[in-house]
């Protein structure tokens, strides 16, 4: 396989910058080629308000993993597989059902499965509360490689609080031993006013590596956030031989607070107003930054 490629199933949008529509461009112009499935076809992100369209049935979801199959062995066809937001439990269910016999297949080198296990933000789940399990399920099966949770998704799938650096270490600790999954990275976490993204990659048995950098907060929510950090996530992954380390989040994080100040600074130049939200990140017109060298890392610290 000379060709960096990679299986992407979250949702689609006709119009802005979430799901796939947030990932397959940014992996396209980082050299990926990308195979899309889409598990909703809405017309825009809920976010504004009103949308149309429908979520992709467990049939269809079914349906278009099937026809990839017969057109190449996953083992074979991908380096990655990502899934993201899913909005019913039986789509998960099927997406499950195709993955796992991959991944039971003798003697192949299998593709680094990342989950993105979108279930809310701010307190709130915007996906049916059956679709929590099915992440614990995944997890479970003893083949994902990394997850990328917010703090939110994090406390709801690790049944904790974050209130402290404390909370974070043994969270953390605890989750590897019970689901075994070697890579973690919370991508935004507030301790003490301050907000940081945070890693976690398991080592030797006794003795994890923990480590986070300084978030730069903007008061204001971007729509499509978290699936172009996982996007960039992915794709510093891979090419850092499929290992989380400080290098890793010291290449992502900074492209992706490029991208967000400067969505940030067109919305207030087009409406006059400082935006609380931003619906649509510039995406397209700052991919420049996708492809500028990673940071030194030297704001890294580390949880003993």
Request: aromatic share 12%; proline share 6%; glycine share 8%.
């Amino acid at each position: 396989m000379t060709n960096k490629s990679i299986l992407s199933i979250l949702s689609h949008v006709a119009h802005g910058y979430v799901g796939n529509r947030a990932t397959v461009f940014p992996l396209q112009y980082c050299g990926w080629d990308v195979d899309g499935v889409n598990t909703t076809n809405f017309s825009n992100h809920p976010g504004y308000g009103r949308f149309a369209g429908s979520a992709s049935s467990p049939h269809l979801v079914d349906e278009l993993l099937q026809g990839l199959k017969e057109i190449g062995n996953f083992n074979e066809v991908y380096s990655l597989i990502l899934t993201g937001y899913t909005p019913s439990a039986g789509a998960m269910q099927v997406i499950y059902d195709h993955l796992i016999p991959v991944y039971a297949q003798q003697g192949a080198k299998h593709p680094a499965w990342i989950v993105d296990p979108v279930l809310g933000d701010n307190g709130r789940l915007y996906v049916p509360e059956d679709v929590v399990p099915m992440y614990k399920k995944y997890f479970g099966s003893g083949h994902v490689s990394l997850i990328t949770p917010n703090q939110f998704e994090f406390e709801v799938l690790s049944d904790t609080k974050l209130s402290d650096w404390s909370d974070v270490r043994s969270a953390l600790v605890e989750f590897h031993r019970q689901y075994h999954i070697p890579y973690v990275v919370i991508s935004s976490v507030v301790i003490d006013g301050e907000m940081y993204s945070v890693g976690f990659a398991a080592g030797s048995k006794d003795k994890p590596s923990i480590f986070y950098f300084p978030v730069p907060q903007i008061d204001c929510s971007f729509n499509g956030c978290g699936d172009l950090f996982t996007a960039l996530v992915a794709n510093a992954f891979y090419n850092n031989n499929r290992v989380l380390g400080p290098e890793v989040l010291a290449e992502v994080l900074p492209k992706l607070a490029k991208i967000l100040r400067h969505s940030y600074d067109a919305e207030l130049a087009a409406t006059g107003q400082p935006p609380s939200v931003v619906r649509d990140i510039r995406v397209v017109s700052l991919r420049h930054h996708l492809l500028e060298p990673a940071g030194d890392g030297s704001l890294v610290k580390f949880l003993d």
